[in-house]
């Protein structure tokens, strides 16, 4: 009974494909896995497996268009047809005629049972991560076309805006890619197939062609031949556009392919050192000038990632949606200075975490919070919803972008479990291992440029949230203290908040009231 293979989703805003071109033509032999052509969409170009192994029947041709879930071709098996194909091949020969037909027939009745495990294909789909993620991207591909992989192996990175995950793989066998580095699928998306049994289907066909020498031997000379260097119809007109031969571009596509992504990511600049070798014999001078030249104004582009993009869109939409303004003050730090001086030893040797600035700093904004709850607050329609517990987010730069984990009930904690929450989070953002969980749900921010050596900033809030604390650096200025002129470590904090929620007064007086007590330590002790 003949397979037919359909046009596969390959995206969700993705209704209709064209079949840019066949690789393999009608009544041709192909093989489980085997690239049989391209299908191109508004966005990328795909590749269309054979599902079983048989003999193609093309249904649809090169250009047409073809809805999602439409019949492409027919893969007719070859179980009936072979028997009578052989005696055909083998007719100029009547004397081998004879043994060849029994030593086929065990061989075919045997195959079924492999080839049917080897028809098993488990399709991976975008998992759901979190509520409010529609979409991912596909960030990095750790497995190749092809490739043999085991359960529970990491195959790609998936990106959303707010956190990096892998994707394990959910059975073993053959990886086969739907969606290229740099897609972006919607959840419940297929990403990629797996064929469960195909490691068991490959020695069959190794033993297979031992029989029968001709039938292995051109199919796999035909494919080799025409995927070497052989670019897609979408890449061949962007190297056409570039005006790149189709020979200086390495292809990383299945079988040596040159792809759609290779094609956009050629430059110009590798086909003209081609034609200054040639003038090099003649006005060698000239060349070794021109070539410095030419490379000192490279330019380089790199698609945005989700993460930057999400982060972007966010903070324009704040200064747009929200009436935004900052208030500063400045805070003798000497006081934090000299406790933490006496005690940072022993408070390490004691807690095994280091005693520094941050745990202060979040002691005092939960304090302030409770006295001033409109700077806890958010809008939500037409409310305002207060909130009567301190989650605090601390923005921290981690490798691919800003990211903003959370620690919960802040207003419990010691300062020993602030600081400790405050370093497993750190780690976390650097190892892109946060999760959505530990992203989300903060009531106020608070981040520190002063790390960096900002002097003064004017933060953005980080909606939903209302107001936000910036740090900056610490910098001895000359004060006055007790009529005095004294050299003072100071820091300039800024507090930007959503003038809609909070007054003049309630910031400029939580800001005073966080002032107070980071310069006098001991009101966080005694609660005061």
């Not at 919960?408 to 020993?416: G, K």
Request: glycine letters at 6%; charged letters at 20%; a negative charge.
């Amino acid at each position: 009974m003949a397979i037919e293979m359909k046009v596969p989703p390959v995206g969700e805003s993705i209704t209709e494909v064209t079949i840019a071109a066949w690789n393999k033509k009608d009544g041709d032999v192909v093989k489980m896995d085997e690239v049989l052509c391209e299908l191109e969409s508004d966005k990328a170009t795909f590749e269309l497996p054979a599902e079983a192994e048989g003999i193609l029947k093309i249904v649809a041709k090169e250009g047409d268009t073809l809805l999602i879930g439409a019949v492409i071709c027919t893969i007719e098996p070859v179980g009936a047809s072979s028997v009578g194909t052989q005696p055909s091949v083998e007719s100029n020969k009547p004397v081998e005629t004879a043994p060849v037909a029994p030593v086929a027939a065990p061989a075919l009745a045997e195959s079924p049972k492999p080839t049917a495990e080897s028809q098993k294909v488990i399709e991976i789909k975008i998992p759901a991560v979190g509520e409010s993620i529609t979409e991912v991207t596909v960030s990095v591909w750790s497995k190749k076309e092809g490739d043999s992989v085991k359960m529970d192996e990491v195959l790609c990175e998936l990106e959303s805006d707010k956190a990096t995950f892998e994707l394990p793989a959910e059975a073993s066998g053959i990886l086969h890619i739907v969606a290229q580095e740099g897609t972006v699928l919607a959840i419940g998306a297929v990403v990629a197939t797996i064929t469960v049994g195909a490691g068991a289907a490959t020695p069959q066909a190794v033993a297979t062609p031992a029989s029968s020498t001709p039938q292995p031997v051109a199919t796999p000379s035909q494919s080799d031949s025409y995927a070497s260097g052989h670019a897609s119809p979408a890449a061949a007109k962007i190297l056409s556009e570039k005006g790149i031969e189709t020979g200086a571009v390495q292809g990383t596509g299945v079988d040596g392919r040159i792809t759609k992504e290779d094609a956009q990511s050629a430059t110009k600049p590798v086909a003209v050192l081609t034609p200054a070798v040639s003038p090099a014999s003649t006005t060698t001078p000239q060349s070794k000038i021109e070539t410095p030249q030419s490379s000192a104004r490279s330019q380089r582009r790199e698609k945005m990632t989700s993460l930057r993009k999400t982060v972007a869109r966010r903070l324009v939409a704040v200064k747009n949606e929200t009436a935004m303004l900052t208030t500063f003050n400045e805070v003798d730090m000497k006081p934090i200075m000299d406790l933490r001086g006496k005690y940072k030893d022993k408070f390490k040797e004691k807690h095994g975490v280091g005693l520094g600035f941050m745990s202060f700093f979040t002691k005092a904004v939960c304090v302030a919070l409770k006295e001033f709850p409109a700077v806890n607050a958010s809008i939500d329609g037409e409310e305002i919803v207060f909130n009567n517990y301190c989650d605090v987010s601390i923005a921290v730069s981690a490798p691919k972008g800003l990211v903003v984990p959370v620690i919960r009930n802040a207003e419990t904690l010691s300062l020993a479990g602030i600081e400790s929450e405050v370093m497993r989070l750190a780690l976390k953002a650097r190892d892109n291992k946060l999760t959505l969980d530990e992203m989300t749900g903060g009531t106020f921010t608070i981040t520190n440029g002063g790390v960096f050596g900002s002097m003064l900033s004017t933060p953005i809030i980080n909606a939903p949230q209302s107001a936000i604390l910036g740090m900056h650096n610490i910098v001895e200025r000359a004060m006055v203290v007790d009529g005095q002129i004294v050299i003072r470590p100071i820091m300039y904090v800024a507090l930007s908040y959503d003038h809609r929620i909070i007054d003049g007064k309630e910031s400029v007086s939580f800001l005073v009231r966080v002032k107070q007590l980071l310069e006098d330590p001991t009101r966080l002790l005694l609660d005061v």
